[in-house]
């Protein structure tokens, strides 16, 4: 096991080309060399919550969640807003967490990727969950950055010098 920190990067979004996808491949590409960064996509793969199964033995891919919640220094998440809340596959994910002690004081941020006004609701939501959680949310870190498909390299990672420097400053205040 490295012993350098790791930032777990939960995306909220399944679409492909997600511009919250955008947001977590730039954040691994601006992480210092000494963090390491993983991006979680078992997303989809994940069950339909439902207590009745939050037991042992637990379904594979809540297992392997938990697991990288367990590992990850801290978590960096960056969703969209689907009918003024969280899309309801990522509110499943935090679902599954709610079961478990893995969250509990893990500092957490998330990036807001939509233009200025929208976005709020999942935000709000986002925050709710993860009090209930127990987790560290580090306000600090806790930011917009639209993105401007326009700033967008054929790798997917974004362009802009001064969302790369924002993007950097909430990772370094992840683990601060």
């Known amino acids: 096991m490295s012993s350098s920190p790791m930032i777990l990067l939960l995306s ?11 947001v977590l491949r730039t954040a691994q590409d601006v992480a210092p060399s000494d963090v390491r960064t993983l991006r979680y996509e078992g997303l989809a793969t994940l069950p339909h919550f439902n207590p009745d199964d939050d037991t042992d033995p637990l379904p594979r891919p809540v297992v392997e969640l938990r697991a990288a919640i367990d590992e990850a220094a801290a978590i960096l998440v960056c969703s969209p807003e ?89 990772l370094d205040q992840l683990l601060s």
Request: net charge negative; glycine share 12%.
């Open 12 to 22: 909220g979004s399944l679409r492909a080309g997600s511009s919250n996808e955008t």
């Open 82 to 170: 689907y009918a003024g809340t969280l899309p309801g596959s990522f509110k499943n994910l935090l679902d599954w967490t709610v079961g478990g002690t893995e969250i509990s004081d893990k500092p957490v941020a998330w990036v807001n990727a939509a233009a200025p006004g929208r976005g709020e609701g999942a935000a709000a939501t986002l925050r709710l969950v993860l009090d209930y959680t127990g987790a560290a949310i580090v306000e600090q870190a806790c930011v917009r950055i639209p993105v401007d498909r326009g700033t967008v390299g054929e790798d997917g990672v974004i362009t802009d010098p001064d969302a790369r420097k924002q993007l950097a400053d909430v």
